[in-house]
């Protein structure tokens, strides 16, 4: 994971796990497409970068950063020989409280998924105050969180295939 100030899209291949042979679900939210657009691209090719398979990386669509969670539940149950899920999604600060729900459900929701499944679930859900924030961190001045959930996504799928008994 990245350290503050810490180039999100920074990581060195030869410290990650073989991951050819993994398959990795990805789920996007449509809700900020500019920045979710920019996290899946990110994670795609970090995802390629690290020998994932075009073949085995899979994307399902959704509206938005709430139905992150049913997608990714209905993904685990889907696909049963997935390594790992990514949940892909922004939230930006308005002027009202539906940014601290939607922030706070997500977080939750995701967190259960992993408490409750099999298969880790990744957050790559930005929740940032303003737009610019976004953009710096889908592919901008900080990199991408795309490309550090998918090194996360394999690290986790390599420990999900160690644990195994």
Request: charged letters at 20%; one cysteine or more; a negative charge.
């Amino acid at each position: 994971m990245a350290t503050a100030g810490t180039n999100l899209s920074a990581y060195d291949k030869n410290k990650l796990p073989d991951a050819s042979n993994f398959r990795i679900g990805l789920v996007v939210a449509a809700w900020n497409e500019e920045i979710t657009e920019g996290l899946w691209q990110g994670a795609f090719d970090a995802l390629r970068d690290c020998g994932v398979l075009k073949e085995n990386i899979v994307r399902w669509n959704v509206p938005g950063s709430f139905e992150l969670i049913y997608g990714c539940k209905k993904m685990t149950q889907s696909y049963d020989m997935l390594d790992a899920v990514i949940a892909i999604g922004n939230v930006i600060q308005g002027e009202t409280k539906h940014f601290d729900f939607v922030c706070d459900g997500v977080t939750q929701g995701i967190k259960d998924l992993n408490i409750q499944g099999d298969i880790p679930v990744i957050f790559c859900v930005l929740t940032d105050n303003t737009k610019q924030q976004s953009i710096d961190r889908s592919g901008g001045k900080h990199g991408n969180k795309g490309t550090e959930a998918a090194i996360a996504a394999i690290q986790m799928a390599q420990l999900r295939k160690e644990a195994r008994f």
